[in-house]
């Protein structure tokens, strides 16, 4: 598991996490165009994207300044175009959700309160992306932050030396377009917010470019945040838990799910409760795997590259610093664990 240390200003940030990854990132880009094509049922050209790079380009820097110098940043020190590394970032965004039927697949957890503090999920993607993972570990101006990324991404999930932890889940509805893409919104949370408060008040302001449910968690509260066609609905709780379906009344009109995937998202749902009614809330990381590691919740592959499973499973502890990692079949691999000193501000 390659684990990327980088410092400094936005741009050298981006470069030192290019120059660590740049053989992986090209050979990815080579590899049927980040594997779109192997995905998609229509084929795309970088001269065909040139436009929609553009848009969100235009997009991220007007909204998020700071990660558009880090992309710049990424693009030097990998060695490839400012469009290639902007597609990095919108590569999910490219694959839509009308053109590739998604199953979605995610289930993500978050407890606050009493106890231990966790926010723990799967990672489900097709692409078979498990061989494009990477940690960050970022220090810009004294705040840290352990990301966990794909394929030269900046953001995806991840926690912060303030004591804030951030997952997601993949929702599908309304209409996706030029913005911020979700796992870069991710990031500038972890850059910019130091609890749940903070992030949602930024996650207000930010014009998000596709359907998305957020799970962050402090030392105080665990909040979920499902957007889609620019609302945000909001829920806290000491003990949360969220698959691939929308569950705020408001934004249930908007689900586009199809009727196979949110079964399984349903099913999912409710195993998941079950089983951490089970769970003491001094739990352990492994007391966690445990939860997330076994079917319907993990999802195995079936050879199809089109189809989502669980590439990675991941225990964040946003109170110790921690973020523990399990890549593939969970139940049989160890955990690597990574950590940041946590100051609470």
Not at 31 to 42: A, E, V
Not at 101 to 121: I, M
Not at 233 to 256: K, Q, S
């Amino acid at each position: 598991m390659p684990l990327v240390r980088a410092t400094g200003d936005p741009t050298e940030l981006g470069r030192m996490h290019g120059a660590a990854r740049a053989t992986a990132l090209r050979e990815f880009l080579a590899d049927d165009l980040c594997r779109l094509n192997r995905i998609l049922w229509h084929p795309v050209s970088p001269a065909g994207l040139r436009p929609v790079i553009a848009a969100y380009d235009e997009a991220i820097t007007a909204a998020v300044p700071r990660l558009a110098a880090e992309i710049t940043g990424l693009a030097e020190g990998a060695g490839i175009s400012r469009d290639e590394a902007v597609l990095l970032q919108i590569r999910r965004e490219v694959l839509g959700y009308r053109t590739v039927p998604a199953r979605g697949d995610c289930t993500t957890y978050a407890r606050s309160g009493s106890g231990l503090p966790v926010l723990a999920q799967t990672v489900d993607l097709n692409g078979d992306l498990e061989d494009q993972l990477s940690v960050l570990d970022l220090d810009l101006s004294g705040r840290r932050s352990l990301v966990l990324s794909f394929a030269g991404q900046l953001g995806y999930l991840g926690l912060n030396s303030a004591g804030l932890a951030i997952g997601l889940n993949l929702l599908l509805g309304g209409e996706w377009a030029a913005g911020v893409p979700p796992y870069l919104a991710i990031r500038e949370l972890l850059d910019r917010a130091d609890d749940v408060d903070q992030a949602i008040t930024l996650l207000h302001g930010l014009p998000l470019a596709s359907s998305r449910c957020f799970m962050l968690c402090d030392r105080r509260k665990a909040a979920v945040v499902e957007a889609v066609a620019g609302r945000l609905r909001v829920r806290t709780g000491d003990e949360l838990v969220h698959t691939n379906h929308f569950l705020h009344p408001d934004l249930e009109p908007f689900d586009a799910l199809n009727p196979f995937a949110r079964r399984s998202s349903v099913r999912r749902l409710h195993t998941c409760l079950d089983r951490l009614a089970q769970v003491p809330v001094t739990a352990s990381a492994e007391q966690h795997f445990a939860v997330l590691s076994t079917p319907p919740i993990h999802v195995a592959g079936n050879g199809d590259i089109r189809r989502e499973r669980t590439v990675a499973t991941v225990v964040l502890h946003p109170t110790l610093g921690e973020l523990h990692l399990r890549t593939g079949d969970s139940d049989r691999t160890g955990s690597v664990v990574h950590s940041v000193p946590v100051s609470f501000r």
